[in-house]
């Protein structure tokens, strides 16, 4: 008994030895921080909505100087920033798309659409104007109209979330041209 369970472990390591040796051989890797090509960024443009707020956060915490639109200088006190992200729409849109035989609301589509660009201080376009759009379904009730709307919040800061990691990921992506 006992040597048919060492054997069996034997088995499973080197099953698991040979799955990791296969992954290493494809280049698979984790994703890692993104390393952006500039280190100060001014945000302009919707900067107070909920989806700039969080990627202000997000450009911080991965190591960028993000500068407001209303101050002209950089916390270090350097010179004007490398690039500038102008946020052009952030927008929540809320519709109902399916009903009842009495008309009442059964089903609701949750979007938020965020419309940014990115350039250098000379007005060299780094990324186009770009819209993302996300879409999420909600089930509604009526009779449990308090969670619903707190279920509708979450999604809207989820599709806040997986916009900001778009952004960034774009914003990774832009090298030194």
């Known amino acids: 008994m006992r040597a048919a369970a060492t054997r069996r472990r034997a088995g499973l390591g080197l099953l698991l030895a040979a799955g990791t040796a296969a992954l290493a051989g494809c280049g698979f890797q984790l994703r890692q921080a993104p390393r952006f090509a500039f280190d100060t960024l001014r945000l302009a443009g919707s900067e107070t909505t909920p989806v700039a707020l969080e990627l202000r956060r997000q450009l ?31 927008q929540r849109e809320r519709r109902a798309v399916g009903q009842t035989a009495a008309g009442q609301v059964r089903e609701l589509q949750l979007r938020t659409r965020f419309r ?23 089930s509604f009730s009526e009779t449990a109209v308090l969670s619903k709307a707190s279920e509708e919040e979450r999604l809207y800061l989820d599709m806040a979330d997986d916009i900001v990691q778009q952004v960034i990921r774009r914003l990774a992506a832009v090298g030194t041209r």
């Open 60 to 90: 911080r915490l991965n190591g960028l100087t993000v500068i407001g639109s209303d101050s002209p200088t950089n916390a270090a006190g350097d010179a004007a920033p490398q690039v500038v992200l102008t946020v052009l729409q952030d």
């Open 116 to 138: 940014f660009r990115l350039r250098t201080l000379a007005g060299r376009d780094l990324i186009d104007e770009t819209e993302l759009l996300l879409e999420r379904d909600l």
